[in-house]
């Protein structure tokens, strides 16, 4: 197994793509943040409550996570697009020790940089807006949620390039099922319709990085539904990777 991590990790590192990805999911956060946070104590005609300041840091983590997304399609969808996939498969004939290799790599590359991105960018945030009071436990729950948020979104990626194969197909399925329908639930009537958005995908998951009352889920319940999602997409890519040829 070491060789294969090996493997996925000079892969992971060498391809072009990847820096280039990952420095604009860092960019988003930082770049959102500043304008927001700047933008909200210049029109401010008092104090920034911690709590809002703290959403203002973060709130680039709804277009960073579209970016970490598209990153765990190409992880595994670039290699079946230049016919890579086949000398892996080659090299690891087990093919669930392939998978499991570029999801253990994958996650912790992006856990390093996305939680490093969101501390950066919350930080930015209350240097700008100087909330009056500041709760240590707020400000590392946020930055971890960051963290796990987004490296969540790229593993809910990279599960649907395996399912999917295709670049752009999964990317757009990644896009719809992140963005698109999550918001299309919410205008569904009835107590089941709001069951049914609490409990779809990012508006589950992103309770971690700002809890929404309106949600039933609280932070932790939100992101255990959305991994389970993501459990899902990981299932389906590995029995289809199983089953299809390369």
Not at 18 to 24: D, F, G, I, K, Y
Not at 123 to 137: D, H, K, M, Q
Not at 146 to 157: H, I, K, S, V
Request: charged share 10%; proline share 4%.
């Amino acid at each position: 197994m070491t060789d294969i991590l090996r493997s996925e990790w000079t892969k992971i590192r060498s391809v072009r793509s990847t820096v280039w990805t990952l420095a604009v999911t860092a960019l988003l956060m930082l770049g959102i943040a500043t304008l927001i946070s700047a933008s909200a104590k210049g029109s401010a005609d008092g104090p920034i409550p911690a709590d809002a300041a703290i959403a203002m840091g973060l709130i680039g983590s709804m277009f960073a996570s579209l970016s970490m997304a598209t990153l765990g399609v190409l992880v595994i969808s670039s290699e079946y697009r230049t016919g890579g996939i086949r000398t892996s498969l080659m090299a690891v004939p087990k093919r669930m020790s392939l998978l499991t290799g570029k999801i253990v790599v994958f996650t912790a590359v992006s856990l390093v940089v996305c939680t490093v991105a969101s501390a950066a960018s919350l930080l930015v945030s209350l240097a700008i807006t100087r909330p009056p009071s500041l709760e240590t436990g707020a400000v590392v729950q946020a930055v971890v949620g960051g963290g796990l948020y987004l490296t969540a979104c790229g593993l809910f990626g990279l599960g649907l390039g395996a399912v999917i194969r295709h670049t752009p197909g999964a990317i757009v399925s990644a896009i719809a099922l992140m963005l698109v329908l999550p918001q299309m639930t919410t205008m569904l009537p009835g107590q089941w319709g709001k069951t049914v958005s609490d409990y779809f995908t990012t508006n589950a998951g992103s309770q971690i990085v700002m809890h929404q009352g309106s949600n039933s889920l609280g932070p932790w319940s939100g992101f255990g539904v959305y991994l389970a999602w993501i459990a899902v997409a990981w299932i389906a890519g590995a029995v289809l990777m199983q089953k299809r040829d390369a």
